[in-house]
């Protein structure tokens, strides 16, 4: 570089204001910093979640369907029970001789908005039940899973050791076991029991679903004790715990803290992820015919009916089969949502 | 011509929270054989520098503007196919984690071999002759029976020595050296900075040295770059840089390092605060919050660059109020004066 | 094989042996607590039936030492006889249902692995672009969808609306229905498994090793990320077999497949207690050897992972 050209020691002596150059006070220096607000761990995952556009309108259709099912039901003109030899097979919206009768008389007959099926009972009604069965299958099942899944995970976590080594391969073996088979093995057993079973209850529930529930409460809830004492013993051994023993802090604040933040995510997500599999499980054991006992519908049970008129009737699969579907991808998409909301690995 | 010469760079990471500006206006050259140190805190831009050299920024990493020449020739917006060409070749680097920068299924011989393959026209014999060579050169013992090893089978300075011989195999030009110790125990980082110094009088390459530690620098570097905030602070030969520091930033880092001769009564002082948040970046010195002589203008407007001394350049206001700075390279006398 | 790996494979093996005794012991007791299951000699029952399950079993015997007798016998590969397809054995039964299940099953599962591979790791490639979108909502809507309702909305379009394709299983080209509505929600899982992998082992130091080398893109991916990749996917080998099995039993009823789902289902209905037995023991020892099979060829792909 050429050294010839002016150099002059102060480089912009007159354009700047020489005010600039006093000492800048603390309060003007910590303007610049812009803080991030610090935000609990579960306000930053519901704002996460509040912001996921797919997870809100997921939700938003469960409460919907939700709504539709548990109300509807109440006020409806037609019961899921209800056969009408003159109204079979109608197509949606379509009335029967008789009915069309009744309407020339100036009647106001409330619409088959699904049509009827081969018994003639209205197929709206029947898919709501059908619905109701599923949700109700859903959220039982997430339930049992949380209970016996926490406080099996949470007692071999909390022991570890010789405890938690045989809780560990007690769930090990459970895990290994293929859950569908032997829920429809129970089925079998049970359905044969049912039928000789004097209880109300059990009689109408049907065997599918009391199997469904024995299972979960055998076998289902194992990812969730996996998760729950991974956590707790991952939590014990974490340095930041260690840090916090060390600083004096309680084993309540120590609980409060770094235990609960820590596991209600996992307990949130790996629930999340139960319900649409439960669903799955009790609509292909209605497939079967292992789940409800008739004549209450289910989703599965009613797609299993559809198949006879088939190519005559094709909305009678349609209908439970977009109902089941629809239920399914919500919870699926909620549960991506509340898994990207409270994994804490993926905040950033 | 210098063998690198880097013009103003600017490299974002396109976030779905923003622009990240990881490095803000980046200059400087490297002539060859020299050894550069680039040092800074965690999050200053260091490694980002590298990756953008290389171009192998991570998605949504991108060089927005500024120039990049090796010999010469201008790297920045040349084809992935061109640049292929230059890594592993022309330049090579190697990483912080030696225990991750492996790939765990291939053997340590097969990786050694692909980059010897990619880059000369030597056949699979041959090749694997090289690598044995290599393998040799960094010392490593019984060459022939680690080629066929995993990486997971050797330990960290053994991996780190290996991916030296992988960085080494093409005789590249220059050697960018991101953080090559800072994974590896004390003993094990004296024998590696020495294997590189060892290797740079025999292969003759010019070195990148990316470290946070001042020590490392001050034992190899010709050179020094400070960076903050993706940005220099301040660049010069290294002993300008050790025995003038002409930045805040610079002077609190010598601060805190602790001092041999010191009589144990003085404290070391620590630099306060917390780095900048790149996503927000203000809009004068991003060292200011953090610095006790931050005067008005330091807030409000970035400074440049100006010369200190004959080697050394430096931005910050204070020397800019103190009159301690040029515009153009000073003369040898006006740089004794200054 | 390393003495490290032996020791888990046999350990593993022991897991799965103990595994499917714990599923003959289950479907044992829980079908001797039905009142009306072949080992519970209350009912009516054809004298030749009982005179055969009492030379075998011996019903005046504790239950234990039926269980024993039953387990022996099952050593031997004698699942007993069927009392819904009178004059046949079990395992006949089962091994000419099985011939037709594994057709479908296998290709299924190759199906649904190849394509998977291929769309995940595609989509992680185009992360974020219209493609990877695609695929996304795809697999998404593939894995809400019952195997059941799969199969009867295929039936309903392919063969009875658009009449491309043969309804029963029987026919043929009869399986490429059954076939795909078996793989397409294995295949949207392993898609989407194979995303989130091949993402995160992009993200790998090594991978950012093999680019500065100088690799070429495809390489990277074909070569240096690929292998690392699949690890999960094999994994999941074990539990999609076992869901392709269990869904197989609706699916082949509604293509009317021969095969052991059908069988199965058909066994439920003529209650043929010693059919459905044979069959779950069967199923769940298929469903706990892919599994075994999956976790062991895990560790011989990977020869990081901590075998402790």
């Known amino acids: 570089m050429s050294e010839k050209k002016e150099t002059f020691k102060n480089p912009l002596s007159l354009q700047i204001d020489p005010k600039l150059f006093e000492k800048a006070t603390d309060e003007e220096k910590a303007q610049q910093v812009s803080m991030r607000e610090s935000v609990s761990f579960m306000r930053d995952a519901m704002r996460r979640l509040r912001r996921n556009h797919i997870a809100m309108i997921s939700l938003c259709v469960i409460v919907l369907v939700a709504l539709i099912a548990f109300i509807v039901p109440t006020f409806y003109p037609y019961t899921y029970t209800k056969q009408d030899v003159s109204a079979q097979n109608l197509a949606p919206f379509q009335f029967s001789a008789k009915e069309q009768a009744k309407i020339d008389r100036g009647q106001h007959i409330f619409p088959h908005i699904m049509g009827t099926d081969a018994l003639g009972r209205d197929y709206a009604i029947r898919v709501i039940y059908g619905t109701r069965i599923s949700l109700l299958v859903g959220i039982f099942s997430a339930l049992i899973v949380i209970v016996i899944g926490i406080i099996y995970g949470a007692i071999s976590g909390y022991f570890g050791g010789k405890v938690d080594m045989i809780m560990m391969r007690i769930v090990d073996i459970i895990y290994s076991l293929p859950d569908v088979l032997i829920v429809i093995l129970l089925s079998v057993a049970i359905k044969d029991w049912v039928s000789t079973s004097k209880s109300d209850l059990i009689a109408r529930l049907g065997a599918g679903m009391v199997s469904i529930f024995i299972v979960f409460g055998l076998l289902y809830w194992v990812s969730m004790a996996r998760q729950v004492r991974g956590q707790i013993l991952s939590i014990k051994e974490q340095e930041y715990v260690l840090a916090s023993k060390a600083i004096g802090a309680s084993p309540s604040r120590i609980i409060r803290k770094h235990m609960i933040p820590n596991c209600v995510s996992v307990i949130i997500i790996v629930a999340a992820m139960q319900i649409p599999s439960a669903i799955f499980t009790e609509s292909f054991l209605s497939f079967l015919g292992l789940g409800v006992s008739v004549p209450m519908p289910s989703l599965g049970s009613l797609a299993s009916d559809a198949r006879t008129g088939l190519r005559s009737y094709p909305y009678q699969l349609i209908f439970p089969a977009l109902s089941i579907f629809l239920i399914v991808l919500s919870f699926n998409l909620l549960g991506n949502g509340l898994r990207d909301a409270f994994d804490p690995k993926l905040r950033s | 011509m210098s063998l690198l010469e880097v013009k103003d760079l600017h490299t974002s990471f396109f976030t779905p929270s923003g622009e990240v500006k990881a490095i803000n206006g980046l200059s400087f050259s490297l002539d060859e054989g020299k050894v550069l140190g680039i040092v800074g805190e965690s999050g200053s831009g260091k490694s980002v520098t590298a990756y953008s050299i290389l171009q192998i920024l991570a998605n949504p990493g991108r060089i927005v503007s500024g ?48 980059a010897i393959l990619l880059h000369t026209s030597r056949n699979r014999q041959q090749a694997e002759e090289r690598a044995i060579e290599m393998l040799k050169l960094v010392g490593i013992s019984e060459p022939e029976k680690r080629i066929h090893q995993y990486a997971y089978e050797l330990s960290g300075g053994m991996r780190q020595r290996v991916m030296i011989a992988m960085a080494l ?98 404290r070391l002082v620590p630099i306060t605060g917390t780095p900048i948040d790149l996503l927000h970046m203000p809009p004068g010195c991003p060292f200011a919050p953090r610095c006790d002589r931050a005067m008005k203008i330091c807030l409000q407007e970035k400074p440049r660059e100006y010369w200190v001394g004959r080697d050394h350049l430096s931005a910050c206001w204070i020397n800019v109020k103190e009159g301690a700075c040029f515009t153009q390279r000073p003369s040898e006398e006006e740089a004794a004066q200054g | 094989m390393n003495g490290k790996l032996l020791h888990y494979f046999v350990k593993r093996l022991l897991m799965a042996l103990l595994t499917i005794f714990l599923v003959i012991a289950i479907t044992f007791f829980v079908m001797h607590a039905i009142p009306a299951s072949p080992f519970s000699s209350e009912k009516a029952k054809s004298d030749a039936v009982i005179a055969a399950l009492e030379a075998k079993y011996g019903f005046d015997k504790p239950v234990p030492i039926q269980f024993l007798n039953y387990l022996k016998n099952i050593l031997r590969g004698d699942f007993g006889l069927s009392t819904g397809w009178v004059g046949n054995t079990v395992i006949e039964l089962i091994i000419g249902g099985f011939s037709y299940s594994a057709r479908i099953g296998f290709t299924a599962g190759f199906l649904a692995i190849i394509f998977g591979v291929i769309l995940g790791s595609v989509a992680a490639l185009q992360r974020g672009k219209f493609l990877d979108k695609l695929i996304q909502i795809l697999t998404t809507a593939l894995v809400s969808m019952p195997s059941f309702v799969m199969a009867t909305l295929l039936l309903l379009l392919f063969a009875l609306q658009l009449g491309w394709l043969p309804s029963m299983g029987n026919q043929p080209g009869g399986l490429i229905l059954p076939v795909i509505s078996l793989s397409l929600y294995p295949m949207a899982y392993v898609t989407r498994l194979q995303r989130s992998s091949m993402l995160d082992v992009l993200g790998q130091d090594y991978i950012r090793t093999a680019r500065a080398k100088g690799v070429k893109n495809s390489r990277v991916i074909f070569k240096h990320a690929l292998k690392n990749t699949l690890t999960p996917v094999i994994t999941y080998a074990g539990p999609m077999m076992a869901y392709i099995l269990t869904g197989s039993m609706v699916v082949e009823n509604i293509f009317s497949v021969p095969g052991l789902g059908r069988l199965f289902t058909n066994s439920m209905l003529r209650t043929d207690y010693m059919m459905i037995m044979g069959v779950t023991i069967f199923l769940a020892t298929m469903i706990i050897l892919m599994n075994f099979l999956g976790d062991v060829l895990y560790k011989v792909v990977d020869p990081r992972i901590d075998l402790s």
């Open chain 2, 67 to 114: 120039s990049i020449k090796l010999h010469g020739e201008e790297l920045v917006g040349k084809s992935d196919e061109e640049m292929r060409k230059i890594r592993g070749n022309k330049i090579s680097i190697i990483f912080q984690d030696p225990m991750t920068s492996l790939n765990p299924t291939f053997t340590i011989g097969n990786q050694l071999r692909e």
């Open chain 2, 169 to 266: 195999a093409c005789e590249p030009d220059i050697l960018i050296a991101d953080e090559p110790t800072t994974a590896l125990d004390v003993t094990i980082q004296a024998q590696i900075l020495e294997l590189m110094l060892q290797l740079q009088k025999e292969m003759g390459m010019a070195i990148i040295m990316i470290t946070h530690d001042m020590g490392v620098i001050a034992s190899i570097c010709d050179e020094v770059i400070v960076m903050y905030a993706g940005g220099v602070c301040e660049r010069g030969t290294a002993d300008a840089i050790f025995y003038h520091p002409m930045h805040e930033y610079t002077r609190g880092l010598m601060r805190s390092i602790p001092d041999m001769n010191d009589d144990g009564k003085t």
